[in-house]
């Protein structure tokens, strides 16, 4: 029962930052490797088919409000799509010890950037 509930927990926050465009699919990823025991490769599964909904009601909803350039979203979609499925066959070939790899590889400089870059003010000229 305690297990429903923190995931209950895990899925309503990480849909909450998901809908702010925090990332919310890393939420839910750092919950399901760290108190679930999942496997690392399950853990990637169950986070895509997390974004699913998420990305449906954000193209709906941001659609709706006109905000949606589809000249470029279309092409985007199809090379992201060839990006899965090419990125799927890599993590099969590599194994899941290299994609953790390279998953942090990824991870450490992002987060450092974004810990220690100054960011300059997207208010600038405002007053």
Wanted: with cysteine.
């Amino acid at each position: 029962m305690i297990h429903w509930l923190f995931s209950l927990l895990a899925g309503a926050l990480s849909g909450t930052v998901a809908a702010m465009g925090l990332g919310g699919g890393f939420v839910l990823f750092l919950y399901l490797t760290l108190f679930t025991g999942l496997d690392f490769l399950q853990c990637q599964i169950i986070n895509l088919l997390f974004f699913l909904p998420c990305a449906l009601l954000a193209v709906w909803r941001y659609r709706k409000e006109k905000l949606l350039d589809f000249s470029i979203l279309l092409p985007m979609m199809l090379f992201g799509s060839a990006g899965v499925i090419l990125g799927r066959l890599a993590a099969a070939w590599m194994g899941t010890q290299w994609v953790k790899w390279c998953f942090g590889a990824i991870l450490i400089p992002l987060g450092l950037k974004e810990l220690f870059h100054k960011k300059q003010s997207q208010d600038k000229g405002k007053k």
